[in-house]
C-alpha cells in the first residue's frame, strides 16, 4: 500500500510507516542501482519482527484512532510481552510490498529479521548499523547471511533510508 495521503505526525511502527518507506525505496535511485539482482533467482522478500512492544506502559486512548485498530489487529501477545510482524517485499532494485502482517507465517519471505522493540527504534535513529547489529547479536537473521553480506551496501542503505522518515516513536509520545 503506498499512500500520498500519510498522517502526521507519522509513527512508527505503523501501516502509514511502512508505506512511506516503500514509497521512500522506490523513489531512491542509490538504492535502487546498489540492490539489483536482489531477489532475483531466490526470495528476497524479509518479515520483521519487533519484540518486547511496550503495549501496556502505553496510553493507548490517547493515540489516534489507526494506530489502536493497528495494535489491535496485529499485535501478538506472547508470555514475554507483545510481538509485532511487518513485510517488505523487495526484488531487483525495488519494494514490491510492505505491510503491517499478523504474524511471520502470513506471507512468504526469504529472511526473517528479530529485534527488541528498542534496538529497531535505535537502528531508525541511526545509532545502529544493521550490519554490526547482525554481527553483535542484537538482531537475529533467519535467512542467507551470505546474501546479506554480498548486499551490504544495500542493506545499509535501507537502513539509511528507513531513519530519513521524519517519524515518532509511538513509544516514546504514548508513554
Not at 501478538?76 to 510482524?85: A, L
Request: glycine share 8%; charged share 30%.
Amino acid at each position: 500500500m503506498v499512500d500520498n495521503d500519510y498522517p502526521e505526525p507519522l509513527y512508527f511502527p505503523s501501516q502509514a510507516w511502512f508505506s512511506r518507506y516503500e514509497k521512500t525505496i522506490n523513489d531512491d535511485d542509490e538504492y535502487n542501482e546498489m540492490s539489483e539482482g536482489w531477489g532475483v533467482g531466490f526470495d528476497g522478500d524479509i518479515v520483521f519482527e519487533m519484540t518486547d512492544m511496550p503495549v501496556d506502559d502505553l496510553d493507548v486512548a490517547a493515540m489516534p484512532e489507526y494506530l489502536q485498530d493497528e495494535l489491535d489487529q496485529y499485535l501478538t501477545e506472547t508470555e514475554n510481552g507483545y510481538t509485532g510482524y511487518a513485510y517488505l517485499g523487495l526484488e531487483d532494485g525495488r519494494c514490491t510490498g510492505s505491510d503491517l502482517i499478523t504474524g511471520p507465517d502470513a506471507v512468504d519471505n526469504g529472511f526473517h529479521l528479530t529485534a527488541h522493540n528498542e534496538d529497531w527504534e535505535a537502528l531508525l535513529r541511526g545509532d545502529t548499523d544493521i550490519i554490526q547489529g547482525l554481527m553483535s547479536g542484537k538482531f537475529e537473521l533467519d535467512g542467507d547471511m551470505q546474501k546479506i553480506l554480498q548486499y551490504s551496501d544495500s542493506a545499509q542503505r535501507l537502513t539509511s533510508l528507513a531513519a530519513s522518515i521524519d517519524a515518532r516513536f509511538a513509544r516514546e509520545k504514548f508513554t
